[in-house]
């Protein structure tokens, strides 16, 4: 493994990246390709380490929908169970005969009672069964109202809804090298003032220590007013450059993380957006340029985005 050595004394770390200076002290890339911090919070009361909330609005569509029907099964279980230990003859109009018919009978009308639907065939006897049920209509309206809430909060949320190539690139740029990757938005929302900042996060020798240290690598444009097609950003790998004098080799030995803050406006949220992904030295790859992703229509009347050309590139021989 290399450590990072530099070629301008110049260049000055950035201490306000919210990471820590000392190496030892944490391991793995500081983001992941997401955008999440790489950070696993122990030490903390049970309750206090349950993030609900914020893992239920994080999680896929498709999980969360499971997630919301096994809970709506489950609860109907336990209320049916508690139901049968009552006794099935306190639930007038319950037309069973097996035991499964006797258990789909109460099942099927504690989810009535759950949703408050109450078709009324079978209605509760005594007070303790009415007690019951009065308890899971109010379970049930409380369920449905956490439920709709996060599906508000799940469609509501600002996304920046941007895409970035798999890889970065070190690419011929102006008689010499720079690094580039790009990124693109794939959803119809609009992202105007669209700002990117790069850093380099390395292990660097200091004082017969090994510490993190992180450099920003300038870009020509660094802004753009609208995020319409796909922006490819560039770090001209100049003498004032951390890279600079970095070769193949160089990039595949040196354990780096190069870490990329993009902020927008959606002009359909009316709000600000915050994205943000990374790029380990694995994942950068020497002597490429991406291909265009975009190219007239049929009727040269409008342009298509391709996006399955997103990650897409050719290598060059380059020195």
Same mark, same amino acid.
């Given at each position: 493994?290399?450590?990072?050595?530099?070629?301008?004394?110049?260049?000055?770390?950035?201490?306000? %990246?919210?990471?820590?200076?000392?190496?030892?002290?944490?391991?793995?890339?500081?983001?992941?390709?997401?955008?999440?911090?790489?950070?696993?919070?122990?030490?903390?009361?049970?309750?206090?380490?349950?993030?609900?909330?914020?893992? /239920?609005? #994080?999680?896929?569509?498709?999980?969360?929908?499971?997630?919301?029907?096994?809970?709506?099964?489950?609860?109907?279980?336990?209320?049916?169970?508690?139901?049968?230990?009552?006794?099935?003859?306190?639930?007038?109009?319950?037309?069973?005969?097996?035991?499964?018919?006797?258990?789909?009978?109460?099942?099927?009308?504690? %989810?009535?009672?759950?949703?408050?639907?109450?078709?009324?065939?079978?209605?509760?006897?005594?007070?303790?069964?009415?007690?019951?049920?009065?308890?899971?209509?109010?379970?049930?309206?409380? @369920?449905?109202?956490?439920? %709709?809430?996060?599906?508000?909060?799940?469609?509501?949320?600002?996304?920046?809804?941007?895409?970035?190539? #798999? =890889?970065?690139?070190?690419?011929?740029?102006?008689?010499?090298?720079?690094?580039?990757?790009?990124?693109?938005?794939?959803?119809?929302? !609009?992202?105007?003032?669209?700002?990117?900042?790069?850093?380099?996060?390395?292990?660097?020798?200091?004082?017969?220590?090994?510490? =993190?240290?992180?450099?920003?690598?300038?870009?020509?444009?660094?802004?753009?007013?609208? /995020?319409?097609?796909?922006?490819?950003?560039?770090?001209?790998? @100049?003498?004032?450059?951390?890279?600079?004098?970095?070769?193949?080799?160089?990039?595949?030995? !040196?354990?780096?993380?190069?870490?990329?803050?993009?902020?927008?406006?959606?002009?359909?949220?009316?709000?600000?957006?915050? !994205?943000?992904? @990374?790029?380990? =030295?694995?994942?950068?790859?020497?002597?490429?340029?991406?291909?265009?992703?975009?190219?007239?229509?049929?009727?040269?009347? %409008?342009?298509?985005?391709?996006?399955?050309?997103?990650?897409?590139?050719?290598?060059?021989?380059?020195?």
């Amino acid at each position: 493994m290399a450590i990072f050595r530099r070629k301008n004394n110049i260049l000055k770390s950035d201490e306000s %990246t919210g990471f820590g200076s000392h190496s030892k002290d944490n391991s793995g890339r500081f983001y992941t390709k997401s955008g999440i911090p790489n950070v696993h919070k122990t030490g903390l009361a049970w309750l206090e380490n349950i993030s609900w909330y914020h893992k /239920l609005l #994080r999680m896929s569509t498709g999980k969360f929908l499971l997630l919301i029907f096994t809970v709506y099964i489950i609860l109907n279980l336990a209320f049916t169970i508690l139901y049968a230990i009552i006794g099935i003859d306190r639930l007038m109009g319950v037309q069973g005969g097996t035991v499964i018919d006797d258990f789909l009978e109460i099942f099927f009308f504690s %989810t009535q009672t759950f949703t408050t639907v109450g078709y009324g065939r079978v209605s509760p006897v005594g007070h303790l069964t009415s007690f019951v049920a009065t308890f899971e209509a109010f379970i049930g309206l409380l @369920s449905f109202a956490i439920a %709709t809430g996060l599906f508000f909060a799940r469609f509501s949320k600002p996304e920046s809804h941007i895409r970035f190539s #798999r =890889n970065a690139l070190i690419s011929p740029f102006k008689g010499g090298k720079a690094l580039m990757f790009r990124m693109a938005s794939f959803k119809d929302n !609009t992202l105007s003032d669209v700002e990117v900042r790069i850093l380099l996060a390395v292990k660097e020798e200091e004082n017969d220590e090994i510490v =993190n240290k992180f450099y920003a690598l300038e870009t020509p444009i660094n802004r753009i007013n609208v /995020l319409t097609l796909s922006w490819t950003i560039v770090h001209p790998i @100049s003498e004032s450059s951390p890279l600079f004098g970095f070769d193949e080799n160089t990039i595949l030995t !040196t354990p780096m993380e190069i870490m990329v803050f993009v902020k927008g406006f959606d002009e359909i949220y009316s709000n600000n957006v915050i !994205t943000r992904t @990374s790029y380990l =030295n694995t994942e950068i790859v020497w002597g490429a340029k991406f291909k265009i992703m975009y190219r007239p229509d049929e009727t040269h009347k %409008t342009t298509v985005l391709d996006f399955s050309l997103m990650d897409d590139y050719e290598k060059l021989k380059f020195n």
